[in-house]
């Protein structure tokens, strides 16, 4: 399968998983290696780095790219602080920028994520930014240097699947950098659905966290995203409004006359 | 507008009447909506609903995973000091008790800091009585700059302050702020509050939301259940957290629903509470407001606390001394309320990972 480039570093899995959620740290290795995913994500504000079993980080390979995020950041600042303490905490210069001052919906603050971006791309970072999927938004937060544009597919942890079709799509048409769909995404076949749109990959958490099963789930969400990336790639036939008979019933008059 | 207006609106509410008249097909039809407004909440906590706990359970369940996942949140209270000049009928550090006062000297909460972090946890919520005198805010911010060295998220539990004062302790370090209505009901409010400066309904209920625009990150609330017939005060505190949650939504607001526990003193006139009516509780709060986190403390049991992890349940003391000094001297000053899961952090850990569910000691850092 094609490679997924961001910041200058080639993928082999399009598949991003998160690590909040889970019933039990020790599960996460398992997950890993069963969707063989290269990109994990944690909130930086639940890493201990004083105890080592209560320690996130021991759990998850080294050769895994760490997408620290600034999840409890209520603006841009926050944001900033806490991707500078990731980095100071040798978590790489990966930063997922989340900047949410909902706590109703957990909805992101668009405009704040774009300050924060501007700021951190200019630091070196490689910046993710999670947004609500719009067009102007989007637009800039690649003027401001962002890596990849995470719209949410639905409001994170509902599972709904990808209620923001028709705004993702545009930002999928009309961004050059690569769309990472994230958040929202509850099945296999949403994963899918939003990789035959033209996604370059998608970013999985509760989905998998919450499933009975994390470990077949992920490693379900993974053949997903490969079928669909792969559709993709081999180009959809049209959709039509009618069937279209193999044996049509008007062909003779196309025949000339008879 | 304060939440004293939407309390009004409820004053002279018939509640009576009003759970008379919701039906069980009501309770079904409400259950089955994505978003639920005031009166549904409230006919989720009527006698009715009673009969539909598992279908709420389920659907509770099903929220709190979707907004929380697997994971409880850990902390533990750390008492500074017990010296109060309020007589409140209910509580054990009543000035009128003769109860051993205690407060901890710098040096005696460093200690007790030191033996609390090294349990693994990383939140601490610091509780003193209300006096001015003993208890000063100055005394408090230098307690908060000791509490930094060794916790992530320090939490207040104190009295009553101004918005000017909440800037200033979270300048010092302090994230999250718990200050309980106590009861919503504002005779018995009275009724209770016999003395002292928390007999001001007004300015206590108005706490909260000082806290929330002095850009405090959490704030809890709650009714101490017991003093009034729960249902009302059930009701009462979900509007607050409504309330709260729609005008600062910067804030992460919680929820905590305490029962009146056994205390020095004595209290006789408690409104009954039952472990079902305290589950009812929980299960319509989250269908209500399915973002806000929910705290159980030591004061429920550990079995029943086990049983509440998969119903909504967000965050729960661990490992839990009432006592001033009691993680840490022989010289400890007395409880406020006698605490009913004894078990250490340790046992708590184990538990809330035997119930399928990851136990977080750390979900917030010094920013």
Known sequence: MDKLVIGGVELKSRLLIGTGKFSSKKIIPDVIKSCETQVVTMALRRVDLKAKEENLLEYIPKDIILLPNTSGARNAEEAVRIARLARAMGCGNWIKIEVISDNKYLLPDNQETIKATEILAKEGFVVLPYMSPDLMAAKRLVEAGAAAVMPLGAPIGTNRGIKTKELVQILIDEIDLPIIVDAGIGRPSEAAEAMEMGAEAVLVNTAIATANDPVNMAKAFSFAVKAGRIAYLSKLGPTKQYAQASSPLTGFLNEGEL | ?367
């Open chain 2, 1 to 367: 507008m304060s939440f004293y207006n939407c309390y009004e609106k409820f004053k002279n509410f018939d509640y009576d009447s009003f759970f008379e008249k919701v039906t069980e097909s009501d309770i079904l039809r409400i259950l089955n909506k994505n978003k639920i407004d005031q009166y549904e909440f409230l006919a989720l906590l009527s006698p009715v609903a009673e009969n539909f706990l598992e279908e709420m359970a389920q659907r509770a369940n099903i929220l709190s995973l979707q907004h929380f996942g697997k994971a409880i949140l850990l902390f533990t209270p750390m008492y500074l000091a017990n010296h109060c000049i309020n007589q409140c009928a209910y509580c054990g550090y009543n000035i009128n008790n003769n109860i051993k006062r205690k407060k901890l000297t710098l040096e005696e909460i460093e200690k007790e800091a030191i033996a609390i972090a090294s349990t693994g946890l990383r939140h601490i919520l610091i509780l003193t009585g209300e006096s001015p005198k003993d208890t000063p805010l100055s005394y408090i911010i230098e307690a908060v700059k000791i509490l930094k060295k060794y916790f992530d998220s320090i939490g207040i539990e104190l009295y009553p302050m101004t918005e000017d004062e909440y800037k200033k302790i979270i300048e010092a370090g302090v994230d999250s702020l718990t200050i309980y209505q106590e009861v919503y009901d504002e005779e018995i409010y009275d009724r209770v509050h016999i003395s002292g400066p928390k007999k001001d309904y007004h300015f206590r209920l108005d706490t909260p939301e000082r806290g929330c625009m002095a850009k405090m990150r959490n704030v809890n609330i709650g009714a101490l259940l017991g003093l009034n017939e729960w249902r009302r005060e059930a009701f009462l505190t979900g509007l607050h957290a409504d309330y709260l949650q729609n005008k600062y939504p910067d804030v992460a607001i919680s929820i905590s629903p305490p029962r009146i526990r056994p205390h020095a003193g004595c209290f006789e006139d408690v409104y009954p509470v039952t472990d079902k009516n305290l589950v009812q509780y929980m299960l319509a709060l989250r269908i209500f407001l399915p973002y806000l986190g929910i705290t159980i403390s030591t004061r429920e049991s550990a079995g029943l606390r086990d049983n509440l992890i998969p119903l909504g349940v967000t965050k729960m003391s661990a490992g839990v001394s009432t006592e001033v000094g009691g993680h840490s001297t022989d010289d400890k000053g007395e409880g406020q309320f006698e605490i009913s899961d004894i078990r250490s952090v340790e046992e708590v850990k184990e538990a809330i990972l035997s119930k399928g569910y990851q136990p977080i000691f750390k979900d917030w850092m010094h920013i």
